[in-house]
């Protein structure tokens, strides 16, 4: 009975809370975005703490090939871009397999921390572009509301 019970609280304690994002526009990327999926998040919209970390799954398939990768995030509220500071700006440094190759599939999990921001509600913007320059292609790119807590 013991060996049961242990092996229950086990199972149970390194369980994490994570939502597949359904409710996200696509902004723009030239490749095929299958799945993004947001840790902990457990509703939509998902509810960010500031100065907490949050990871995404984005599972996608590049339609061309691509040397670099660079991440930009921000947050968009009537109109306005708030930039996010990245912890990779290099994409390609931190999960992504650079270059990356027109029809492979690939899962690129990034982890960004929620800036400190007055609370609101707000659609969070994550784009991969192909250069280092804002107003570079993008190769991902989506929005997604969440509430800043």
């Known amino acids: 009975m ?16 994570s939502i597949q994002l359904l409710n ?30 949050y990871t995404a799954r984005i599972n996608f398939t590049a339609r061309a090939n691509h040397k670099r990768a660079f991440n930009f995030a921000s947050s968009v509220t009537t109109g306005l871009n708030d930039k ?26 990034i982890t960004v ?3 400190l921001a007055r609370p609101s509600r707000v659609a969070a913007k994550w784009e991969v572009k192909t ?5 570079d292609p993008d190769i991902i790119c989506f929005v997604f509301p969440v509430e800043i807590v």
Request: aromatic residues 8%; proline residues 9%.
């Open 2 to 17: 013991i060996k049961v019970y242990i092996l229950f609280v086990l199972s149970v304690v390194p369980c994490s809370i």
């Open 24 to 53: 996200y526009a696509d902004c723009g990327s030239s490749a095929i975005i299958h799945s993004i999926l947001l840790e902990p998040c457990d509703a939509t919209p998902c509810i960010i703490h500031q100065l907490q970390n």
């Open 131 to 135: 250069g280092d320059d804002p107003n």
């Open 113 to 115: 921390t929620c800036p």
């Open 84 to 109: 996010w500071s990245v912890p990779t700006f290099d994409a390609c440094t931190n999960d992504l397999k650079c270059p990356i190759q027109a029809g492979l599939a690939q899962i690129y999990t």
